[in-house]
């Protein structure tokens, strides 16, 4: 296997089907022009917490025991009482080892029979009947049919960030969503910035129109390279790609999906809608293993003028920065902390708490990491139901729109992005020789001589 050839279908388009274009709107943009200004609930916004409330014992699997599945099964047993890890689940045995030795640390064994390895090991974990919930924290790639078995299963879900790598996931995440709500099984997503204090309050302040009308936005995420694996000696190529995911588009969706839809979230969160149409630009300069770009840059276009400036760069040495902007006609906000007039003078500003001198912290008291677990152990503790798969699907679609027109050159719709055939990687997945060839995309046509 190379990295050079053929292309794999990632400009596949059908040109007919029955499918419906799906549009979340957010509560800013019915809410905005309410007089009365709305609370967390109005506006579909979750609880912030100071532990999640007692109840029921809840005992959860983790799918995916690598570091960030490790991290998000701790932040679930920090959410409040009686929360237990019972399961694992992961495709490699030592990657299950590491787990179980950090929650033996934390004097928290997991049971040998409670161990599974192999590409069907998130079946058997989920066909326990002990485990109430489940955390998927493989790469996304796999999280459209992992999702799918846990709600076949009748289990809660916490689903980290991005939801798939293409759209052919996406409307599996959607249909299994409904499937979801249709049975009370509550779905939590690993977009922290939902539930991260400052953003919400930030978001409500927006909602009852503290900027007025949303006129356009910009979005970016730079930074350094990230982590990657040179192959070793007995890897085959699936080993050799699985433990290299975060490199390879087919398994991660690019890091415009994988850091970056973060900040597409948070702009499709207070514009209130998902844009109409995205037009962009990428390139590799500097990466030494894998398929992606080093860098995007996309307008996505949600009608009536609004638009917002997308970019997103993993190249070291250069000028960093992660965050958003969104601009109204009566002011401008961070997103996050603060909301100024357009001569630059601050109109609000959050309030984090202080510290022991009295000085303010900076930061949020609970991390969202472990505020987005408490809010899905409140709503089966509470009944208060919540669901976030489908705003998050529609979030990581936006992502994938904006990868594929910087990936073709070419300008990309909703509607056409949604009903799109494309479906990344091989046929079949399993350990092994991969009949495929990964290129790097290149936009347009060659100059002729």
């Known amino acids: 296997m190379t990295d050079k050839a053929k292309n794999i279908n990632r400009r596949r388009f059908l040109e007919s089907t029955a499918l419906a274009s799906v549009g979340i709107l957010g509560a800013g943009a019915v809410l905005s022009s309410c007089k009365k200004k709305a609370d967390n609930a109005a506006l579909g916004l979750p609880p912030i917490l100071k532990a999640a409330p007692k109840g029921k014992k809840l005992r959860a699997g983790l799918v995916g025991t690598g570091n960030r599945g490790t991290g998000a099964a701790i932040n679930f047993i920090s959410a409040g009482p009686d929360l237990e890890i019972v399961a694992l689940a992961d495709v490699f045995q030592d990657k299950v080892d590491a787990c179980r030795k950090r929650f033996a640390k934390y004097k928290r064994p997991i049971a040998d029979d409670k161990c599974f390895v192999g590409f069907d090991a998130y079946k058997k974990l989920m066909a326990l009947e002990e485990v109430d919930v489940v955390l998927l924290a493989t790469p996304p790639q796999f999280r459209p049919e992992h999702f799918k078995e846990a709600v076949l299963q009748k289990k809660h879900v916490f689903l980290e960030k991005p939801m798939a790598v293409d759209p052919v996931g996406i409307r599996s995440?959607?249909?299994?969503?409904?499937?979801?709500?249709?049975?009370?099984?509550?779905?939590?997503?690993?977009?922290?910035?939902?539930?991260?204090?400052?953003?919400?309050?930030?978001?409500?302040?927006?909602?009852?129109?503290?900027?007025?009308?949303?006129?356009?936005?910009?979005?970016?995420?730079?930074q350094n390279h990230v982590w990657f694996r040179t192959r070793e000696e007995g890897w085959d190529d699936m080993t050799y790609m699985i433990r290299n995911w975060n490199n390879f588009s087919w398994l991660c969706g690019d890091h415009i999906l994988d850091t970056h839809v973060h900040n597409i979230d948070v702009v499709n969160w207070f514009v209130g809608k998902h844009p109409e149409s995205a037009i962009g630009y990428g390139g590799r300069a500097r990466r030494l293993t894998g398929d992606q770009y080093d860098f995007f840059s996309v307008d996505f276009d949600y009608g009536n003028g609004l638009s917002s400036h997308s970019m997103c760069r993993q190249i070291d040495n250069c000028a960093n920065g992660t965050g958003e902007l969104v601009v109204g006609t009566e002011g401008y906000t961070n997103c996050q902390n603060t909301i100024w007039n357009h001569d630059g003078s601050v109109k609000w500003k959050f309030e984090y708490p202080k510290d022991e001198n009295g000085q303010p912290m900076n930061k949020i008291k609970i991390p969202p990491y472990v505020q987005e677990h408490m809010h899905l152990v409140h709503a089966i503790r509470t009944g208060k139901y919540v669901n976030e798969a489908e705003q998050t699907a529609t979030s990581t679609l936006t992502a994938i729109m904006g990868r594929t027109a910087a990936y073709t050159g070419k300008k990309i719709t909703w509607e056409e992005i949604f009903k799109s055939d494309m479906d990344l990687g091989p046929k079949e997945i399993k350990f092994g020789p991969v009949d495929m060839e990964f290129p790097v995309p290149v936009p347009g046509t060659a100059h002729k001589a």
């Open 173 to 222: 995440i959607i249909a299994t969503a409904k499937k979801a709500k249709a049975i009370g099984l509550n779905v939590v997503t690993g977009t922290q910035r939902r539930h991260q204090e400052d953003y919400i309050e930030t978001y409500k302040q927006v909602a009852n129109g503290a900027i007025g009308k949303i006129v356009s936005a910009k979005a970016f995420w730079n």
